[in-house]
């Protein structure tokens, strides 16, 4: 059941929530922008939105709900039509496949009207409540508020341990520090929001991007909680693949490292060189050291196909950039003036 806007319990907390809400601007109704990313979200769509509403509509904000359907196989996009011609003030965008969750949160932050940005995942394991913090600490002035995760219920541990290594293994590769323990949950400034939007590149880390830029940044701490329906849409494979965005996109270090282990390797071709002409010189022993270059001949394959890799992964990223693709192609679009 779609949340009813006229809800006169509601609007008498929101009289309350004007009075008491904010150090500032009671009276100036800024837009913010709420982008959700969805994936096969049919069981939680709706109650996302009622979350959302249940915070939002409280508050002294005129704003609007961004839904970006990332090729769902199920009725998400069904769904959110039903919440949409019960709130004009929701939007969607319907992708023709799916793009990837970075994409879908690039999308929507393309299409934000607002003063201010805040991108939440559709699972409500983000709870819509942080929103209100998140939006006093904006107008504190903070240009962007980052929400770490304090606690996160209902994950498995090797979930976690993966996570938490990742985490602090790119922040040691990366150029510029990345903030531990986030996701893409966050509020944004507009001015950041125009700079996020003049960053083309294809392979996205946007958590890095909002970094890179810089401004005033503070975290924000909270509690995650178990996920209200469907199943995690970041397996194994793909926080692998966000991994290696995150590493690439943010740090030249792989290289380096590939050029290490090429030094390292070079001097130890050169141990084996010395010890192959002192079997030749000094020992009649002709045959003795197979074992030693066999080893070696192995070991300079492996040392070679890394480091080919790694140069490769870079390489192939420079292709993906110079064919200028779309990023992502809408299928249906809903909510949305026409130009």
């Not at 690039?106 to 942080?130: C, F, N, R, T």
């Not at 740090?251 to 079997?279: H, R, V």
């Amino acid at each position: 059941m779609v949340l009813r806007r006229d809800s006169l319990p509601r609007f008498e907390a929101g009289i309350k929530e004007l009075i008491n809400f904010g150090p500032k601007n009671h009276l100036t109704l800024r837009l913010v922008t709420i982008v959700v990313p969805c994936f096969n979200e049919e069981g939680v769509v709706t109650q996302t939105y009622n979350a959302l509403a249940e915070t939002l509509y409280p508050l002294p904000y005129n704003w609007e709900i961004i839904f970006i359907d990332d090729g769902s196989k199920d009725k998400t996009v069904e769904e959110l039509e039903k919440i949409h011609a019960q709130d004009e003030r929701t939007k969607i965008i319907a992708f023709s496949r799916n793009f990837g969750h970075q994409i879908a949160v690039s999308a929507g932050i393309e299409a934000s009207q607002g003063d201010a940005v805040v991108i939440i995942d559709a699972d409500l394991q983000d709870p819509p409540s942080v929103i209100k913090e998140i939006l006093v600490k904006w107008e504190e002035g903070f240009d962007v508020v980052y929400c770490v995760r304090r606690t996160r219920q209902g994950e498995t541990f090797h979930k976690k341990f993966l996570t938490k290594v990742f985490y602090r293994f790119i922040n040691k590769l990366s150029e510029i520090p990345l903030p531990l323990d986030t996701g893409d949950f966050r509020i944004m400034d507009r001015k950041v929001i125009d700079v996020l939007l003049k960053m083309p590149e294809r392979d996205r880390y946007v958590r890095g991007m909002v970094a890179w830029i810089g401004f005033n940044q503070i975290p924000y701490y909270y509690d995650r909680p178990e996920r209200i329906a469907g199943v995690s849409k970041y397996p194994l494979w793909k926080l692998i693949k966000l991994a290696l965005d995150g590493i690439i996109s943010f740090s030249k270090e792989p290289l380096k490292i590939s050029a290490y282990i090429g030094l390292f390797a070079a001097m130890l071709s050169f141990i084996g060189i010395f010890y192959a002409l002192y079997l030749r010189l000094f020992t009649s022993n002709w045959v003795t050291g197979w074992t030693l270059m066999f080893i070696m001949i192995l070991f300079f394959g492996g040392v070679q196909l890394i480091c080919i890799g790694i140069i490769g992964e870079y390489i192939g990223r420079v292709y993906g950039e110079v064919k200028h693709r779309p990023l992502y192609v809408v299928k249906k679009a809903i909510g949305f003036k026409a130009n």
